[in-house]
């Protein structure tokens, strides 16, 4: 792994021009990480390979339950706050499943998912009904019963966005109503041999109803500008440091509460 880091440090400094593999601050940028000297930088990256970070210690974002106005829940360390718009660079995606033998109305919360996956594809757990037959796997999430249309098993897109007050990234998880805006928008930029963090995106929400008239918030996305050279290359190499050092983001961490397992409404499967 030592050597993997090794190779995208020096992949990235030949990109800008940087000697040896250190990355001066980006002028002109209103983020904080950009805007830091090549000293904090080299500092931050350190302490963050040093951490035992979790997804937990992120502030996370997630779509309204039950609430008539289109306003983003953002859970941080001084309370709850709304937004209307979340503004960044998207670092990485990850889709997950979970599924919790007690539903959160039940159980309160706080408990791991009985069974997860890290690629919504493949899972590990215990699916009896009872909790007898152990930890097994691995399972098939696209043929168990629990993962079909109308099951019990919950899909999320989690979407790790770089905010311009913070180093480090806010985790929006999104429900399944809203896979397919950020699906078009990842490939609309692989498409272009282009990473994630080459654009500054805008994440806004709109309501619609589903086949059954109930309404409900999906996220829409909205690219604001394209990032210079120098500021997707130290995107790149944080995004190297946090998910291939730091930051463990299996959907076994997950436990059962609201800001993790935002409600979810059932759609038509075509809108997912």
Same mark, same amino acid.
């Given at each position: 792994m030592a050597d993997q880091t090794e190779q995208a440090t020096n992949a990235v400094a030949k990109r800008t021009g940087a000697k040896g593999g250190q990355l001066a601050k980006v002028e002109g940028s209103d983020y904080l990480l950009m805007s830091a000297s090549s000293k904090q930088i080299e500092k931050s990256m350190k302490r963050a390979k040093q951490s035992r970070l979790s997804i937990f210690d992120l502030e996370r974002a997630s779509l309204p339950a039950?609430? *008539?106005?289109?306003? %983003? *829940?953002?859970?941080?360390?001084?309370g709850d706050t709304y937004a209307v718009e979340l503004r960044g660079v998207i670092l990485e995606v990850k889709d997950w499943r979970t599924w919790y033998r007690i539903p959160f109305d039940e159980s309160g919360g706080g408990s791991p998912p009985d069974c997860s996956s890290d690629d919504a594809t493949t899972g590990m757990g215990d699916r009896s009904p009872d909790g007898a037959d152990g930890a097994g796997g691995p399972f098939d999430c696209l043929t168990c019963k629990y993962g079909q249309f109308g099951g019990e098993c919950h899909e999320r897109r989690a979407v790790f966005l770089l905010r311009p007050e913070n180093i480090y990234p806010m985790l929006v998880v999104l429900p399944r109503t809203s896979i397919k805006a950020i699906k078009r928008f990842v490939m609309?930029? =692989?498409?272009?041999?282009?990473? /994630? %963090?080459? !654009? $500054?995106?805008? #994440? =806004?929400? $709109?309501?619609?109803?589903?086949?059954?008239?109930? =309404? !409900?918030?999906?996220?829409? @996305?909205? =690219? @604001?500008?394209? /990032?210079?050279?120098?500021? +997707?290359? #130290?995107?790149? &190499? %944080?995004?190297?440091?946090?998910?291939? &050092?730091? /930051?463990? @983001?299996?959907? +076994?961490? /997950?436990?059962a509460d609201q800001t993790i397992e935002p409600n979810s409404t059932a759609t038509n499967p075509a809108e997912s």
């Open positions: 039950g609430k *008539s106005k289109a306003e %983003w *829940s953002v859970a941080g360390p001084e609309a930029v =692989t498409g272009k041999f282009l990473d /994630l %963090w080459d !654009y $500054e995106v805008s #994440l =806004t929400m $709109e309501k619609d109803k589903n086949q059954d008239g109930i =309404t !409900y918030h999906k996220v829409k @996305v909205q =690219t @604001v500008r394209r /990032l210079t050279d120098e500021q +997707s290359a #130290l995107c790149e &190499r %944080w995004h190297d440091v946090l998910f291939d &050092r730091a /930051l463990p @983001v299996g959907a +076994s961490q /997950l436990k």
